[in-house]
């Protein structure tokens, strides 16, 4: 495995050691010569839960320490998921917090024993010293102690069970016991680390009623200022910060530990943020539905973003801003192949402005672009990638045409507004609109929109349907991408329900029955990215 070091030096001193950890043997290991570590460029690692739960003893054993001769390294972790994420901790934390609603159920009791039986067990299974093993099973205890009782006098109370906060509360511990193994594991093989939790780092002053760049600024500090105070140690930061205006769970979502990764990032002015999962990059189709799918090993943040959006969720999509705006490249990388190259996110457009850092990002060289389907002038003459999101509800609107269309428009958006139902695509006419709504749609809320829409129109739902997207930032150049797309889905037979392309051009998408849309995706797939070379060239 390579790791580059940057021209770039900062300092962050070493401050208080709270909750740092020498070796077990009482020989701290020094994570080497500490006046030169503390000089050496900030590498930031994101590992998801479900690597945590499979490969904790590569990540513990082979990625962190291969970085650390020529690196700072910040370890971040998400909550343990040990089989998958369905089954992972922070599922089954948000499934003891239902149940302690339920008056007089005691089922959550049973989940935080499962828990906390999870975390012992792979406590026990890896780490061999007992002065650890005893510091980290004492940790997991105590953290399973006070989840437990704050259930239970959440059950009591039930109002307490309603704020937003509480479920954060819950959700936190998750994150906590993941870095207390993965911290317990380093240590375990002679790397000093030191525990650092973000759950309190926002001041409880902050009041902000919206998340805006001010607020992401403000928390890369903090995250960095917390982060620093590990001096020469590797800290093991939790995914989980709070407390976040109106709730991590809400203002955030799930996947929160990308985010928590990239304002480190931003905030330590990391020389690269590394996000570890189990597939080697980003491809130009999910490598798992569509067997000729590529490996891109570059591609830039706005199709990124967009690949995100719209199902091929590989990072959380608040993330790209942060990170790229400070010009810092994000890497995607393989647990399973830790000297693979993965994927690199980088701008296409070198900005030519140095950050308020001194940081001014070159391009890659014209060798490697030309290696990755790009033009020197950073173009790439082909769509970049295909993607699919299923569970996509259809909701068309016909107006009665007792209003006139800029207030149909408005009622209807104030209306989904009011339910909380977010709109992914969306066409229309003078009198009639249809939209995508995407994902993990509520019924019951739904329901209640519907009947409120019924007022302005006759409504009618589709369901069991999926957004097909095309993605390439330089689609807006080529003539003649979505004639091949929609004839190529006309020639498999696949029907179109409703079609979108943003004024960006970057994204075309349509709707169809979500039982096509692997077919979909693979005829897509072999038409317009397969073979790239026979692709027609671009039309300026
Ligand atoms: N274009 C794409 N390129 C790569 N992966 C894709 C793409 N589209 C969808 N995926 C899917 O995204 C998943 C990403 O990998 P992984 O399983 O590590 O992530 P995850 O489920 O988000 O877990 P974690 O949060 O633990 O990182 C893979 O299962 C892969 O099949
Ligand atoms: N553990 C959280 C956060 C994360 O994975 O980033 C989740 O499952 O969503």
């Avoid at 093993?133 to 205890?141: I, T």
């Avoid at 993965?182 to 001041?203: H, P, Y």
């Avoid at 403000?218 to 407390?243: D, E, M, N, Q």
């Avoid at 709730?247 to 570890?276: H, M, N, P």
């Amino acid at each position: 495995m390579t790791a580059t070091a940057s021209p770039l030096r900062r300092s962050f001193l070493p401050q208080s050691n709270e909750h740092a950890h020498a070796n077990g043997n009482g020989n701290a290991y020094s994570n080497g010569d500490n006046d030169d570590h503390l000089h050496k460029p900030w590498i930031v690692q994101k590992f998801g839960g479900t690597s945590i739960g499979k490969f904790i003893e590569t990540i513990t054993g082979t990625i962190v320490q291969s970085y650390l001769p020529t690196n700072r390294v910040v370890v971040v972790c998400s909550a343990r998921s040990s089989e998958s994420k369905s089954l992972g901790t922070t599922n089954r934390l948000l499934k003891a917090a239902a149940s302690a609603l339920v008056p007089g159920s005691i089922d959550f009791i049973e989940t935080v024993q499962d828990i906390r039986l999870d975390h012992l067990n792979a406590a026990h299974q890896y780490i061999s010293d007992p002065d650890i093993l005893k510091r980290v099973q004492e940790e997991v205890n105590q953290d399973c102690d006070r989840l437990k009782a704050f259930l239970e006098a959440a059950q009591v109370t039930q109002k307490m069970l309603y704020l937003p906060r509480s479920k954060d509360i819950i959700m936190a511990v998750g994150e906590r016991l993941s870095c207390r193994i993965v911290a317990g594991l380093l240590e375990d093989r002679g790397v000093e680390t030191q525990f650092v939790s973000l759950e309190n780092v926002i001041d409880a002053v902050f009041d902000l009623n919206c998340l805006d760049q001010n607020f992401y600024d403000y928390l890369s500090r903090a995250f960095a200022a917390a982060v620093s105070k590990c001096g020469h140690r590797v800290p093991v930061v939790t995914g989980f910060f709070g407390f976040v205006p109106g709730s991590l769970l809400k203002s955030i979502g799930r996947g929160y530990t990308d985010l928590a990764a990239a304002l480190i990032a931003v905030g330590l002015d990391a020389e690269e943020l590394q996000v570890w999962k189990e597939v080697d990059g980003i491809f130009t189709a999910d490598p798992r539905k569509v067997k000729d799918a590529r490996l891109l090993n570059i591609i830039t943040p706005e199709e990124a973003s967009e690949l995100t959006y719209y199902g091929s969720e590989v990072i959380h999509p608040f993330t790209m801003e942060q990170v790229i705006r400070a010009q810092i490249p994000i890497r995607i990388k393989n647990v399973m192949n830790p000297s693979g190259s993965g994927t690199i996110i980088f701008p296409d457009q070198p900005s030519g402005v140095c950050t308020p850092n001194g940081r001014n990002t070159p391009p890659p060289s014209s060798e490697v672009l030309l290696k990755n389907g790009y033009q020197l002038d950073l173009s790439r003459r082909h769509p970049t990638a295909v993607t699919i999101k299923d569970n996509v509800w259809v909701l068309n609107i016909h107006s009665n045409r007792k209003s006139v269309s800029h207030g149909f428009f408005a009622q209807i958006f104030s209306t989904l507004d009011r339910y909380g139902i977010a709109v992914d695509l969306i066409s229309t006419s003078e009198v009639h609109i249809s939209m995508a709504l995407g994902g993990n749609v509520n019924e019951a809320e739904m329901e209640k929109a519907m009947e409120s829409l019924r007022s302005i129109g006759t409504v009618d739902v589709m369901k069991e349907m999926a957004i097909l997207s095309l993605v390439g930032k330089q689609m807006k150049n080529m003539v003649g991408i979505s004639g091949r797309m929609f004839n190529t889905l006309a020639k498999a037979n696949i029907n179109i329900e409703m079609i979108s392309q943003g004024a960006s051009e970057i994204n075309i998408s349509c709707v169809i029955l979500e039982k096509q849309a692997i077919q979909a995706m693979n005829v897509i797939h072999g038409e317009l990215l397969s073979n790239v070379g026979h692709l027609n060239e671009a039309h300026y």
